[in-house]
């Protein structure tokens, strides 16, 4: 199904854009639509490579405790409320966690405290298995 998408611009802009899309062969919509196209492309793909680093960060911090057998699950079990509860204390106990550790806290950690599909990809490389794409 088709829709419509509504936007307010000034009189002058809406000229203007017309007639250089009319001088270049090209159709207002069909470049509006093109722009959201790719708009939207671009996003997702930032979206599945932050999900891909967090997964990495999770994993990686896996390790730091000496593997999935070695993560505590107390520990887990509360990231896990958390993730589901508070995202901004979930972030505040990872990043506490890589201060007891001593560790480097990766940038992206930061994100976990955006939504709860971001703590779950942390929460799922904690816990999971090794990714793919780390040799």
Not at 13 to 31: G, R
């Amino acid at each position: 199904m088709d829709a419509n998408l509504h936007i307010r611009m000034s009189k002058e802009l809406k000229d203007v854009f017309q007639q250089i899309a009319k001088e270049n062969n090209k159709d207002t919509s069909s470049l509006v639509r093109d722009w959201i196209s790719n708009y939207v492309a671009e996003h997702q793909k930032c979206n599945e490579d932050l999900a891909a680093d967090l997964y990495l960060a999770g994993y990686q911090l896996q390790q730091a405790f000496g593997g999935r057998e070695k993560v505590d699950k107390e520990f887990a079990k509360q990231l896990q409320e958390h993730s589901l509860t508070n995202q901004k204390e979930f972030t505040q106990q990872i990043l506490s966690t890589y201060l007891d550790l001593d560790l480097t806290i990766p940038s992206v950690v930061s994100k976990t405290s955006t939504g709860f599909a971001y703590s779950q990809m942390f929460l799922l490389g904690l816990l999971g298995d090794k990714p793919k794409e780390v040799f």
